[in-house]
């Protein structure tokens, strides 16, 4: 997992450098903005650290179907090695470097913890909310794919371990919200887990905004509650 780091530094040599060396597709117009600067001479003088920016980071989960239920599945996840949540099992993951593609670094990153590549993804959903990560500022991009076979995982990295655990889910209404009971085990070690995650959706027109808060934890690392619950719903939506 590449180290945090909270400001990036684009001096070379004593050399100021871009960012980005072709600059022809930012042009616009061509014209100068109202401070009389072309797009380089505003460049030189852009300070990226002028204000505290997030740290980016990807999730991935991968899953396996268990069954004919539609509420049972084996889910990938690492044990985490260091704080925060050290010790508790979370979705393989880490810090996406400066000049790296989201689904590049989730790849990096799968493979860094598990040793596991070459799995088709798809982008699931990002994740803001301010509370999440006691570290820094973090926003979470998370990928899901669906296998069909079960894959040997080596844990790696900042991983203790990486193990496939059977996942299946209660849901029940209360009010207006759905609570959410996730139910993690490892057959193998006779590990259980569980977290409750509360599930509210909000009708505008033709849309629905859905939205995942994890209440309660017995092992399971961070917010991971909310992208398992998440991504089991996207995964049912697909078999409709």
């Known amino acids: 997992m590449t180290p945090l780091i909270f400001a990036w530094n684009v001096v070379e040599e004593g050399a100021e450098m871009r960012f ?16 009389g600067q072309t ?19 990807v999730d991935m989960l991968i899953f396996k179907k268990c069954g004919e239920s539609a509420s049972s599945w084996k889910l990938l996840m690492i044990k985490r090695r260091n704080h925060p949540n050290i010790g508790f099992w979370a979705l393989p993951g880490g ?28 982008q699931l959903h990002t994740y803001g909310n301010v509370d999440r990560d006691p570290r820094w500022r973090i926003i979470t991009t998370a990928y899901l794919t669906l296998i069909e076979e079960d894959i ?15 996942v299946s889910e209660e849901v029940r209404r209360e009010g207006d919200k759905d609570l959410i009971t996730l139910k993690f085990c490892q057959p193998e070690s006779g590990l259980t887990m569980e977290a409750g995650v509360e599930r509210t959706c909000r009708s505008a ?12 934890t017995s ?22």
């Open 152 to 166: 040997r995982a080596e844990a790696g990295d900042d991983a203790a371990d990486a193990a496939w655990f059977e």
């Open 20 to 35: 980005l060396d072709d600059l022809e597709k930012y042009r616009g117009c061509g014209g100068r903005n109202e401070a």
């Open 205 to 216: 027109g033709l849309l629905r905004e859905y939205r995942y808060k994890m209440v309660s």
């Open 95 to 122: 810090f996406v470097e400066l000049r790296e593609d989201l689904e590049t670094a989730a790849r990096r990153e799968l493979e860094e913890e598990t040793g596991i590549t070459g799995l088709p993804m798809i």
């Open 39 to 57: 797009l380089e001479e505003f460049l030189e003088e852009y300070d990226a650290k002028k204000y505290d920016c997030p740290s980016n980071t």
């Open 219 to 240: 092992g399971l690392a961070i917010d991971h509650g909310s992208l398992i619950a998440q991504a089991i719903d996207y995964l049912k939506s697909q078999e409709r």
